[in-house]
């Protein structure tokens, strides 16, 4: 990372290797001295977000207008991410899909190789900042190393994107659904390139420069309309405000649809389809794709909720259930049940299993991934056949 880096600190190395590597071909010792040294700094977060963000801004001052104005560096979602991704460099199949997607979805940002080397540059000297002597000549070529392979993979996947980087979409319906959910329409001019249960991360005019992941709740459609399931979260910076405060005719930027959560090359395998709170949206989205093309496979829908509140996209799909001999949907409610199934979703999908010979899609709040995925491997199914989004720290919500 030359010439954007401060002086040097002793024997500091600079950030290059050795020999060429593939992209995150990182050998298990950097990932390890990686992940342990962050153990040392991670309870300094705050500081370290004030470092990283004075040096980075100190060194690319047009950076600092990429970021939310009057947000303090705590808040922010890249230092985490960041630092979570490089923590995971040693599992290559699990990330490198998602980085190349991420550096595509970063061309929103505009951003080219100098941020890159100016973060890369900023985050090492607000490690060493923050370790003082505990920072070795090693652990600097660790990181470094570690940061150079994410970097390139992002920039390899911001390169290889083709296609506009933002898309516009005017909001032509706003329905709020009691206080804390609305369902939000918008229409892009030209329809975008997506897949039924993927997401796509947007930009309302409430909230300039705080990007947020939503999914739609419906395959692509030709004139263009994507609906959007979108939950206020309680102390969150946009999603109340969505809710809230979205008008008729406002613009949103919509960034690169980005997920693995779409129907695949057919396998020939019924369908597992398991939705927590707003992972309705893409889940209904694949629903709404399987029944387009006549039903191809036995699907079965377990959609998950706190309290019946939580199960408004129930009802729509149980029509759908009624009309169609390929599918079938359970409600599952953790309180009050009535007349859904009692308890959190995973333990209501055992419950109807087994499910080892299915391909299993599931969506929603990343502990509900977590549960109900461990659930399933326990019960048998095969890890490789159940999908769902990454559960980087930046993505929960
Ligand atoms: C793949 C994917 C798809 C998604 N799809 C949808 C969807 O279809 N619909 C939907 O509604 N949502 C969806 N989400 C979630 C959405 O992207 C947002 O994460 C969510 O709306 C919260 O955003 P926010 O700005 O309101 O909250 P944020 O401001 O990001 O805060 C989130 C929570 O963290 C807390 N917090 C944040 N920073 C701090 C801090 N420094 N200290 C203490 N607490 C803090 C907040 O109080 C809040 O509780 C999706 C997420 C992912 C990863
Ligand atoms: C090198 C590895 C990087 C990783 C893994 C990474 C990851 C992320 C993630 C996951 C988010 C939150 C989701 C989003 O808003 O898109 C994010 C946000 C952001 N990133 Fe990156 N990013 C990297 C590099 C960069 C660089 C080089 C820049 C340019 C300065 C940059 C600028 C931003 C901005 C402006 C945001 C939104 C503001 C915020 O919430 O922090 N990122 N990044």
């Not at 409610?333 to 055992?350: R, S």
């Not at 299993?360 to 399933?376: D, E, F, K």
Request: proline share 9%; aromatic share 6%; glycine share 10%.
């Amino acid at each position: 990372m030359p010439g954007t880096r401060p002086p040097p600190r002793g024997d500091r190395p600079a950030a290059t290797h050795r020999r060429p590597r593939r992209a995150l071909d990182v050998d298990p010792a950097t990932a390890t001295a990686v992940r342990e040294s962050w153990a040392l700094v991670e309870p300094r977060l705050p500081e370290l977000a004030t470092t990283f963000y004075r040096l980075l801004f100190e060194h690319v001052p047009q950076a600092r207008t990429l970021f939310p104005g009057n947000l303090p560096p705590q808040r922010s979602r890249l230092l985490p991410a960041l630092v979570d991704v490089l923590q995971r460099v040693d599992r290559p199949g699990e990330l490198v899909p998602v980085l190349a997607q991420l550096g595509r979805d970063h061309r929103k940002f505009g951003i080219d190789a100098v941020h890159y080397e100016a973060v890369g540059a900023a985050l090492l000297a607000a490690l060493e900042d923050q370790l003082g002597d505990a920072w070795t000549a090693e652990l600097a070529e660790a990181w470094a190393g570690a940061y150079s392979v994410v970097s390139r993979t992002m920039l390899a996947g911001a390169r290889a994107g083709n296609g506009p980087a933002t898309w516009l979409g005017r909001v032509v319906d706003h329905h709020r659904m009691g206080w804390g959910l609305a369902l939000i329409t918008v229409q892009t001019l030209e329809p975008m390139p997506y897949r039924a249960g993927q997401y796509l991360s947007v930009e309302t005019p409430q909230r300039p420069r705080s990007w947020r992941y939503l999914s739609p709740a419906n395959p692509p459609r030709p004139d263009g309309l994507l609906q959007f399931h979108v939950r206020a979260v309680a102390g969150g910076l946009v999603s109340p405000a969505m809710v809230a405060h979205t008008r008729v005719d406002d613009v949103w930027r919509l960034g690169t649809p980005m997920g693995g959560l779409h129907l695949g090359v057919e396998s020939g395998r019924d369908l597992l389809l398991v939705a927590g709170g707003t992972g309705v949206a893409p889940i209904k989205a694949i629903v709404n794709q399987l029944a387009a093309q006549g039903g191809p496979c036995r699907t079965h829908v377990f959609v998950g909720g706190r309290t019946w509140n939580d199960l408004y996209a129930v009802p729509g799909l149980t029509a759908l259930a009624h009309r169609s001999p390929w599918l079938d949907v359970v409600a599952a409610v953790e309180q009050n049940a009535g007349e859904a199934e009692h308890g959190p979703v995973g333990d209501v999908v055992i419950r109807h299993g087994p499910w080892t010979d299915h391909d299993v899609l599931v969506a929603g709040p990343p502990a509900m991934i977590r549960a109900t995925s461990t659930a399933l491997v326990a019960a048998g199914t095969h890890p490789a056949r159940i999908r769902h989004d990454p559960l980087l720290s930046a993505y929960a919500g």
